[in-house]
């Protein structure tokens, strides 16, 4: 009996297992007419999911609700601490509510042998963070904002959009260069996506272009696992109502030879696979007004990068139906009108201003705040 209270004493004063927490996000990405992609990090590898449903102003708690797993190839992964749920078949045009969820995986064994542990979940208050409108399928106007060239300063995304209604916008472009090089994981929490988070990422999804900068840095070929595309990949397209937009990944800016990418480098022949790409998006548009992203602006500049995008992407967009390039890279605001070289405006945002896009139509208005003020129309 004496060691039974003996060991009752001890139990009682060994410290309580830290319950899992829910460390980072939730952060949108990935939005299409009928889908998203929601993830987060906790602080233990966990098994997730989400609740979510159509909000018509009901709570969350009015009824049961679907629900979607972090799955791969037919299992719910439970060893991951990063995580990543596809929602789909939701509505066009229409406003969900969601809530994440977190089991913590305790042991793994085999079937049969798994243990689990506390869950963790976001709140369940329809407060305005956790909800989301899906793009429209046929909407005139859209409207986004877009930041670049951040480099790391996540006290100025905060600033940026201090003053921006972000419940109008339908998605933030985050147009390169967001760090300098991408050396970790806490890192991408600390530098960027814990400011967006804070900004409008729970509510309004991230579209991601990566720039020269973030393909450098130990930890640079996990930068996608944190911004997903279906494509799987930094370039692709997509569409929000009557809008087409194409995504395109710059590479670096020097030759794939110089000393300072140690043997790593072959954008060439990335950015040739590219172009092949792209000459198959150009002929397969039937949207009335088309917008490409990119960071590094293919008419200035006399760099490798900027030469070798003059000569591959240039002459497929020319042909494509574009009627404005966003880009950045340059940290100075710049203006370049059609030419004999490029058939579309490009605009070139600095790395201190928010740029607001609203297109009605084919009517293009950007806002530009910051350390640049103005406004520029197409009509």
């Known amino acids: 009996m004496k060691r039974y209270l003996l060991f009752l004493l001890l139990l009682l004063q060994l410290p309580a297992a830290a319950q899992i927490r829910i460390t980072h996000g939730p952060w949108l990405t990935d939005m299409t007419e009928d889908g998203v992609t929601i993830m987060w990090k906790t602080d233990k590898p966990a098994m997730a999911w989400v609740e979510y449903d159509e909000y018509v102003g009901n709570t969350f708690y009015s009824k049961y609700h679907p629900v979607a797993y972090d799955s791969k190839d037919g299992r719910r992964r439970v060893l991951d601490t990063l995580h990543c749920v596809r929602l789909e078949g939701l509505k066009p045009g229409t406003e969900y509510f969601y809530r994440i969820f977190s089991k913590e995986t305790v042991s793994y064994g085999d079937y049969g042998n798994m243990v689990f542990g506390k ?3 976001s709140s369940a208050n329809y407060d305005g963070p956790t909800h989301f409108r899906t793009f429209s399928s046929d909407a005139d106007n859209v409207c986004f904002a877009m930041i670049n060239d951040i480099h790391e300063n996540p006290e100025r995304i905060g600033k940026l959009f201090s003053g921006i209604d972000v419940s109008k916008l339908d998605f933030v472009l985050l147009n390169g260069d967001m760090f300098s090089t991408v050396n970790g994981d806490g890192q991408i929490y600390s530098k960027l996506i814990d400011a967006c988070v804070g900004a409008f990422a729970r509510s309004v999804p991230i579209v991601y272009v990566r720039g020269n900068h973030e393909t450098r840095g130990c930890y640079s070929d996990k930068l996608g696992d944190y911004f997903p595309t279906r494509a799987g ?27 300072e990418y140690s043997g790593m480098s072959e954008f060439d022949s990335y950015r040739e696979k590219q172009a092949d790409w792209l000459k198959s998006v150009a002929e397969n548009c039937n949207h009335q007004t088309r917008i490409v992203a990119l960071h590094i602006p293919p008419m200035t500049g006399n760099w490798h990068g900027n030469i070798h ?71």
């Open 233 to 259: 990949r930094f370039y692709y397209d997509f569409n929000v109502g009557k809008t087409n937009f194409i995504i395109l990944d710059c590479g670096e800016d020097k030759p794939d030879t110089d000393f």
């Open 119 to 121: 869950t963790v979940a």
């Open 309 to 379: 995008i003059r000569e591959k992407f240039l002459p497929v967009l020319n042909s494509a139906g574009v009627d404005l390039m966003l880009s950045g890279h340059n940290h100075s605001y710049g203006l370049l009108e059609p030419s004999e070289n490029q058939n579309f405006v490009n605009i070139i945002n600095d790395n201190e201003s928010l740029m607001l896009v609203e297109i009605a139509g084919k009517n293009i208005q950007i806002t530009v705040s910051g350390k640049t003020d103005l406004v520029w129309k197409n009509f």
